[in-house]
């Protein structure tokens, strides 16, 4: 005969909000006990749902500290945004590709261009040229726009 203050595994699972099968997880675990003949006793739930409450309370808090961080950054993001200073990857590709293909297309023009010159030079020489040639390659492709960096990096 089953006891007033005892409910089987259906009954519990309705009782805590769960499925059945979360309950028999949370007895496996140890988190909810049961009893021998396999029903669980309504203070048990009860104590079950009061500490559910108590940790649920302090991870509310922890994540509505966490949601208010995130949009915290979510405006200093917009702001930015506004402000200009986030520049849109797609206008910088637009731009840079093109100026990269013709940098790429410069650099293959020298096993062309450079046997003949470097042909008897001596290692001051060929150091001469090649930094003859790379100021060529950066003059030519150096330019002004809306992406491009103002200061120019020493070498």
């Known amino acids: 005969m089953k006891k007033n203050s005892s409910l ?3 009954e519990a699972s309705l009782s805590l909000g769960v499925s059945v099968r979360t309950v028999h997880n949370l007895v496996l675990r140890g988190r909810l006990r049961q009893l021998p003949d ?3 006793q309504k203070k048990e739930l009860d104590r079950y749902r009061a500490c559910q409450n108590r940790n649920n309370q302090g991870l509310k808090a922890e994540l509505d500290l966490h949601l208010k961080e995130l949009k915290a950054k979510r405006e200093e993001f917009l702001f ?3 402000t200009g ?3 849109p990857v797609q206008s910088v590709y637009a731009v840079w590709t093109p100026r990269l ?3 790429i297309k410069s650099l293959w023009t ?3 261009t450079l046997p003949s ?3 008897g030079k001596t290692r001051k020489e060929m150091a001469d040229i090649f930094e003859h040639e790379a100021k060529l390659i950066m003059d030519r ?3 002004d726009g809306k992406w491009t960096p103002k200061e120019t990096p020493s070498v």
């Open 101 to 103: 293909a013709e940098l």
């Open 117 to 119: 010159l470097l042909e």
């Open 85 to 87: 200073e986030l520049v």
């Open 8 to 10: 089987n595994r259906m």
């Open 141 to 143: 492709h150096n330019r």
């Open 80 to 82: 930015k945004k506004l």
């Open 38 to 40: 396999g029903h669980f």
């Open 110 to 112: 020298w096993p062309q």
